[in-house]
């Protein structure tokens, strides 16, 4: 059961567009959420993250949304440039009190591109 | 260096070797984590340690041995594997474990088994 579900495996854009990312999830006790860029043969980077006390947190030409009643939240790049082309990976942390850790929890990603 | 090193990158073993994989991270972290990404699938957690002591364990058949002999070096041994557990092997560290510390990712090593 996949509990952080991104739908849309790729998306194209064209440069200087907005890039919208989105990603659902079905545990309600997620508190966390994080956005991941990958490029290949390299690992994930960290891009943006939001509390789950947050609707949205800026940085830059980034913009994440969170909608808890949906279990929504989308990635929003603008504008977009040929550098933002990657996978992006939402992530999802869920605080397990048993042992005082967390398990971070991946989405399947979205492959963006940006059209010159 | 810097940042999470992984070594090797590219690794194909067949089902009857041991081979280790190695993981450095030079950012004075005390978490290390273990991952696994397959083919169209989301990077799932393989094993969590927090100060050397591991903390997490989701699962992982026995084949996979981990072990963190310093809070800076996570190894990942690998004996009698299956064709499944082809997959890219990424390790992460985080400065510690709470909702915002994010963790790091080195390169990966991309695993072959035949």
């Known amino acids: 059961d996949q509990q952080v579900k991104q739908n849309s495996p790729s998306l194209s854009v064209q440069e200087g567009r907005i890039s919208i990312l989105n990603c659902d999830y079905t545990n309600s006790m997620f508190d966390y959420f994080l956005w991941y860029k990958k490029y290949p043969a390299e690992g994930p980077t960290f891009l943006i993250s939001?509390?789950?006390?947050?609707d949205k947190n800026e940085d830059g030409r980034f913009t994440v949304f969170l909608n808890k009643s949906a279990k929504h939240l989308s990635l929003h790049i603008v504008p977009s440039q040929p550098g933002d082309s990657a996978v992006y990976f939402c992530a999802a942390k869920s605080f397990i009190s048993n042992f005082g850790n967390e398990k971070l929890t991946f989405g399947t990603g979205t492959r963006l591109t940006i059209i010159p | 260096e810097t940042g999470v090193t992984q070594t090797p990158r590219h690794l194909v073993m067949g089902m009857t070797n041991k081979k280790s994989l190695k993981c450095e991270q030079h950012?004075?972290?005390?978490?290390m984590y273990w991952y696994k990404q397959s083919a169209k699938k989301p990077l799932e957690l393989m094993f969590v340690?927090?100060?050397?002591?591991?903390?997490e364990n989701n699962s992982v058949p026995s084949r996979f041995s981990p072990e963190c002999p310093n809070s800076s070096h996570l190894f990942l041994h690998l004996h009698t594997l299956q064709p499944e557990d082809s997959a890219l092997y990424l390790c992460?560290?985080?400065?510690?474990?709470?909702?915002?510390?994010?963790?790091?990712f080195g390169p990966g090593t991309r695993l072959t088994v035949t």
């Open positions: 340690y927090n100060f050397k002591e591991q903390t």
């Open positions: 950012l004075g972290h005390n978490a």
């Open positions: 939001i509390s789950s006390i947050k």
């Open positions: 992460a560290s985080s400065q510690d474990q709470g909702p915002s510390y994010e963790q790091y």
